[in-house]
């Protein structure tokens, strides 16, 4: 079975401060992670994955994840937060030696202030 | 190259109807995937398929939903006898293959069981 923890209902963080989204997963083979976001009353847009490879992972918008596999996360960061930023963020696990879904977390709701 | 589509955009009905949800996946794309989310448990993996074929429907309840992805058309998902527990975005995505791509989503049919 594959899931994704998303401890933090909310993330507050003044815009142009570092913001730190986490995530940590569980799976049985190699871990395919992704990291998307919604905004209001739109569906999910992709920000980055990691499948293989560097363990810093770049993506849309100044966003990146590292991942690590010895502490089974994969949180998302970005250096400096803008108020544009706010809204709703998933991450997402797929094993990739077997199955197709992708499964989401519960989503982690951040909100930029100025 | 329009994105996913996703139709109606709304939908009310009664307990006891039927609700038929549209989605025409990308251009160029063959796998598609039906997810609903409802508020406080983020995004439920429901079912994949590709053309003309169900590949994954782990997540669909065993009864009075269905899908299906015909050759030609769009992929539908279909809820007979609603209830009110099935009001929930319903959102649809797509992708060109299925080891280790991302999802192009749609922008949601929101449910709505009166």
């Known amino acids: 079975a594959q899931s994704v923890a998303q401890p933090e209902d909310q993330v507050n963080v003044a815009e142009g401060n570092p913001l730190t989204v986490k995530c940590t997963y569980s799976?049985?083979?190699?871990?395919?992670l992704f990291w998307y976001v919604q905004y209001p009353n739109r569906g999910l847009q992709f920000l980055l994955k990691?499948?293989?490879?560097?363990?810093l992972v770049k993506g849309s918008y100044g966003f990146e994840a590292e991942f690590n596999k010895s502490q089974t996360s994969f949180h998302l960061k970005k250096p400096s937060a803008l108020v544009s930023d706010s809204a709703l963020y998933f991450c997402?696990?797929?094993?990739?030696?077997?199955?197709?879904?992708?499964?989401f977390g519960k989503g982690t709701s951040l909100l930029v202030t100025p | 190259n329009a994105g996913v589509m996703q139709n109606p955009r709304h939908l009310v009905r009664r307990r006891g109807q039927e609700a038929r949800l549209r989605c025409s996946p990308m251009?160029?794309?063959?796998?598609v995937y039906w997810y609903r989310q409802l508020p406080e448990e983020g995004l439920k993996f429901m079912v994949y398929?590709?053309?003309?074929?169900?590949?994954?429907e782990s997540g669909m309840p065993k009864e009075r939903f269905s899908a299906e992805f015909p050759k030609e058309g769009p992929s539908i998902l279909r809820i007979q006898q609603v209830v009110r527990g099935d009001s929930a975005a319903y959102f649809c995505?797509?992708?060109?293959?299925?080891?280790?791509?991302?999802?192009?989503f749609g922008s949601g049919t929101q449910l709505s069981v009166l």
């Open positions: 995505a797509s992708s060109p293959g299925h080891s280790g791509e991302k999802l192009f």
């Open positions: 799976v049985s083979g190699n871990p395919y």
């Open positions: 990691y499948i293989t490879g560097d363990n």
């Open positions: 997402a696990v797929r094993d990739g030696g077997s199955g197709y879904a992708l499964n």
């Open positions: 251009k160029g794309h063959s796998h």
């Open positions: 398929l590709q053309k003309e074929n169900i590949i994954d």
